[in-house]
Every structure is written in C-alpha cells, then in structure tokens.
C-alpha cells in the first residue's frame, strides 16, 4: 500500500472508495413477504425458469456515484472487462475497490488497472460490503414480480437503475464507520 500512497503523494491524484460486487437477476420469481387474512398463504405467479444475468457494480458511498455493467455470466473474462470500463470512467483518480473473494477478482490473468487497487474483504463478510444493501433494495422491487422474457426483467432493473439517486444510493451504502474513515482520507 505504500507504494500506492507515494504514487498518490507524486501525483496527488484524489483516493475514491468503491463497494464492489456482482448480482444474479433471474427470471425465477422472488417471493417475499405479503399481507394476507390469518392462515392464508399468499397468492402470486410464479416462475421457475432459471434464465439469468448478473449486474456488476460499483458504488460510492460517501457521494453514491454508481457504476453499473450487466453480464451474461460471472467469471475473469467479464470481471476484466469490468474493470477496464470502471478505469475508463475514473481516470483522474486512484480508485479503491472493495470486493469479496470471488475466485476471479484474485485470478492470476486478472489485470488490474494502474489505478484501481482491490481491497479484500474477510472471507464470509458480505454484511460489510455496503453494496450488497443496494442489491436488496433493487430486489425488494422485484419480489412476486414475474417476467416472461429476460429482456423484460433486464428493462425493468435498466428503469430501476435509473431512478436510483446518488443521494438514495449514498443514504442506503454510506455506513458510519466509512464516511469516517473517508473523512480522514481526503480531507478538505
């Protein structure tokens, strides 16, 4: 790490805070809970297809800027491609990725741009990546929703995506210990 913060020192690019990670949106109806009369079991359509996508994202907790690409599939051809649009899209800063252990964001054939460094979470800790309360809160809308087509499901969370605020995305991601942290960062 330090000789990330030299680089950054010489240059004096800023340091951002991403949350990264991948979600499965798929045609397969997510249930949830509804509110029915004593002893009745709620009544929906269901689905059991298993025709999916995966969204990879990236979100920015102190100012909820995002960054959304979807996939066909999750695997180190994707998440490169990932990666490479993501430094596209945040040349002039040095850009912090918090990820889980997925076994491609630490695969051997992965290059990693010059300026994203991947932050590994423990292993078995998704509760602390803020962007997994994202994916939640995008499927919250699609709970008892059926699709027929996969087209139709990835229209519906393309509409989702674009009414997604960065201050709604900032209150949803922006834990304490984080923003606090970032504070002491980037000092203004």
């Given at each position: 790490?330090?000789?990330?913060a030299?680089?950054?020192i010489?240059e004096?690019?800023p340091?951002?805070?991403?949350?990264?990670?991948?979600?499965?949106?798929?045609?397969?109806?997510?249930?949830?809970?509804?509110i029915t009369?004593?002893?009745?079991?709620?009544?929906?359509?269901?689905?059991?297809?298993?025709?999916?996508?995966?969204?990879?994202?990236?979100v920015e907790?102190?100012?909820?800027e995002?960054?959304?690409?979807?996939?066909?599939?999750?695997?180190?051809?994707?998440?490169?491609?990932f990666?490479?649009?993501?430094?596209?899209?945040y040349?002039d800063?040095l850009?912090?990725?918090?990820v889980?252990?997925?076994r491609?964001h630490?695969?051997k054939?992965?290059?990693?741009p010059?300026n994203?460094i991947?932050?590994?979470?423990?292993?078995?800790?998704?509760?602390?990546?803020?962007i997994e309360?994202l994916?939640?809160y995008?499927?919250?809308?699609l709970?008892?929703?059926?699709?027929?087509?996969?087209e139709?499901l990835?229209?519906?969370?393309?509409?989702?995506l674009?009414?997604?605020?960065?201050?709604?995305i900032?209150s949803?991601?922006?834990?304490?210990f984080?923003?606090?942290a970032?504070s002491a960062?980037?000092?203004?």
């Open positions: 790490m330090s000789q990330y030299r680089q950054v010489q004096e690019r340091i951002r805070y991403f949350a990264q990670d991948e979600s499965r949106f798929g045609l397969k109806t997510l249930i949830g809970r509804l009369a004593c002893g009745i079991k709620p009544i929906g359509q269901w689905l059991w297809l298993f025709k999916a996508f995966w969204l990879y994202g990236a907790p102190a100012t909820g995002s960054f959304f690409l979807q996939f066909s599939h999750v695997d180190t051809a994707c998440y490169q491609a990666l490479e649009e993501f430094s596209k899209a040349p800063s850009n912090i990725l918090q889980d252990n997925g491609f630490s695969s054939d992965l290059v990693v010059e994203v991947l932050l590994f979470q423990p292993a078995y800790c998704p509760e602390l990546n803020p309360r994916w939640e995008l499927k919250a809308d709970k008892w929703a059926s699709f027929k087509t996969l139709q990835q229209a519906k969370v393309d509409q989702l674009a009414q997604l605020t960065p201050e709604v900032a949803i991601t922006g834990y304490s984080i923003l606090n970032l960062l980037n000092p203004i």
